[in-house]
């Protein structure tokens, strides 16, 4: 039993010495100038083209219609949006553009504006989504938080998003930031 007791003293105490050291470690491709000060997100950090698609319901007067989208969005880092979708709406196929505004606050979470508009230019309808940015700001989720058709009419829905940057900044063979 007393042989017991001192084993398990003599482990503890062990790993009570060794835990400053295996704190004190650094990993392989630890970005230790950013361990000790809070990632914050930025416009230029969202700057830049991404994939998106969206996927969701749309409850129009005539019943529940889902709907998707895949396409291409591209922000700048004054806040301007812009970009283009293949929208399916109930099985319905439209190409459509689309223009705005966008947010991003230090947090991560963001908004997006933009005006909607068909093949021939014309309004098709005006969107607002909330958006939060994750892994680094190469990807986003949002959720559409207003659809008003071109008409006025406010369309409830459930739609989500999920967006991925098309060319994070390249790296050498070694891993290294190619700048």
């Known amino acids: 039993m007393k042989r017991k007791i001192v084993q398990t ?12 050291v295996a704190s004190a470690q650094e990993w392989a491709g630890q970005d230790t100038s950013r361990r000790h000060k809070s ?12 994939g998106l698609t969206w996927s969701g319901t749309m409850f129009l007067p005539t019943g529940a219609v889902p709907a998707v989208s895949v396409g291409k969005i591209t922000f700048d880092d004054a806040g301007n949006v812009e970009g283009a979708q293949t929208v399916s709406r ?11 505004t966008y947010t991003v606050n230090p947090d991560c979470r963001g908004t997006i504006t933009v005006s909607v508009y068909d093949q ?7 969107v607002t989504w909330a958006t939060v940015s994750f892994n680094n700001m190469t990807e986003a989720h949002g959720v559409m938080t207003s659809f008003v058709a071109a008409n006025g009419a406010n369309v409830p829905v459930a739609i989500t998003s999920h967006v991925v940057k098309l060319f994070p900044e390249s790296r050498d063979d070694d891993g290294n930031d190619g700048r």
């Open 9 to 20: 003293l003599y482990f503890v105490t062990i790993l009570i010495a060794l835990a400053p």
């Open 39 to 50: 990632p914050t997100c930025t416009m230029a950090g969202r700057a830049g083209e991404y």
């Open 90 to 100: 109930g099985g319905a196929v439209s190409e459509l553009t689309f223009r705005g």
């Open 120 to 126: 021939s230019g014309s309004l098709a309808s005006n």
